[in-house]
């Protein structure tokens, strides 16, 4: 496929055209860059000001990320996840989508807890809790970040243990803990310097926010947490049906 450059279409449309069909044909991966805007302008004989139009538009259609520095490359899918289901399992929601998950510790310490994590865990403030803050990957690539704080008695299970895994499956598998439901509140914010840098994205950039506590199956809270998500690599799905009751769904508008 060339550039017809009588035609009627755009000529940066007929190139973003070009570049999606290599694209969706998987003639261009993720690994390496695609060319770049002097070797596209040299190869199509067109000018440079045309192929960052073209860019530009395959870039609105999330099927490339630019990097400055780095050049263009195709998008990775974004994970999808169903917001009617328990928000945290990052690891098993990794899994089914084929990829494969990864935690590194931040910090881990016995601390109080603060009087708003009390309440949230049902505790006394200043009862002695496990924070644990983690980066979770997908692929060697971080995609969210993780404050989490833990009460008993996950505290006293946990506080030995290496978390750099899954704790549910942890506390699923080797303590035999049924975990029974989650409240989740999401918002949608953007990266401040800190999550920018813990997350490898521009200043900036969208982030999803949630808030997240944890029961067991006897209706007890035993997890406090704050999650940042990438905006750029997961999608929140929410299926409804209103023939019956599947799930209560809380909206809150902040002023």
């Known amino acids: 496929m060339g550039i017809d450059k009588l035609g009627v279409i755009p000529i940066y449309h007929q190139l973003a055209e070009i570049l999606r069909e290599n694209i969706l044909q998987g003639k261009m991966n993720m690994d390496n860059p695609i060319p770049s805007e002097t070797e596209l302008a040299e190869k199509y004989q067109i000018s ?5 139009q073209a860019l530009q538009l395959l870039t609105q259609e999330k099927l490339i990320e630019r990097f400055p520095g780095r050049g263009s490359f195709v998008a990775q899918p974004r994970l999808e996840h169903d917001v009617s289901k328990a928000i945290g399992f990052f690891s098993q929601i990794a ?6 998950p990864a935690a590194k510790i931040i910090s881990q310490e016995i601390t109080k807890a603060p009087e708003i994590v009390a309440q ?9 809790i496990l924070h644990v803050k983690r980066i979770r990957y997908v692929d060697d690539e971080p995609w969210a970040t993780e404050s989490t704080y833990f009460s008993n008695p996950v505290r006293d299970l946990l506080k030995n243990e290496d978390l750099t895994q899954s704790i549910y499956g942890l506390l ?3 303590f035999e803990l049924s975990i029974s439901h989650s409240h989740n509140l999401i918002s949608s914010t953007t990266a401040d310097e800190n999550f920018s840098d ?6 900036g ?14 209706n ?4 406090f947490a704050t999650d940042v998500y990438r905006g750029d690599r997961i999608t929140l799905k929410l299926d409804m049906s209103y023939q019956k009751k599947l799930s209560n769904i809380n909206i809150e508008i902040n002023s």
């Open 48 to 52: 440079r000001g045309t192929v960052r």
């Open 95 to 100: 899994m089914d989508a084929g990829r494969r």
């Open 120 to 128: 949230k865990l049902h505790i006394k403030p200043g009862d002695e």
């Open 172 to 174: 699923q598998d080797k």
């Open 198 to 203: 813990l997350l490898r994205i521009s200043l």
């Open 205 to 218: 950039d969208a982030v999803f926010a949630v808030e997240r506590t944890v029961y067991l199956n006897n």
């Open 220 to 223: 007890l809270p035993f997890e």
